[in-house]
Nanobody, 121 residues
């Protein structure tokens, strides 16, 4: 059993920056790969980024979002810079037992409750 808790969301102005955190319980967090997803109102969840044996960032946010992890703190981060209004969403992190990048949401084993990002213009 792994518990994931996201934090760092809130109100940010367009063009501003925000760093989201995904804190995990347990001591074996380094054995999990972690992805970030976001879901805006009335839209399906959208894959954003992933970190495991390597990092992967979707083209839609490439150059603006950076994913990283600190295994000593059992935490994965999503740094967002030059935030745009279309980035507003509830951001979820999810953990997968394996180092290969999952291609489906169903391949992730644990999910956090999410943290909301609101972008003001």
């Amino acid at each position: 059993q792994v518990e994931l808790v996201e934090s760092g969301g809130g109100l940010v102005q367009a063009g501003g920056s925000l760093r989201l955190s995904c804190a995990a319980s347990g001591r074996a967090f380094s054995s999990y790969s972690v992805g970030w997803f976001r879901q805006a109102p009335a839209k399906e969840a959208e894959f954003v980024a992933w970190i495991g044996s390597y990092t992967y960032v979707e083209d839609s946010v490439k150059g603006r979002f950076t994913i990283s992890r600190d295994n000593d703190k059992n935490t994965v981060y999503l740094e967002m810079v030059n935030v745009r209004p279309e980035d507003a969403a509830v951001y979820h992190c999810a953990a997968h037992r394996g180092g290969q990048r999952p291609l489906s949401e169903s391949d992730y084993d644990y999910w956090g409750q999410g943290t909301q990002v609101i972008v003001s213009s």
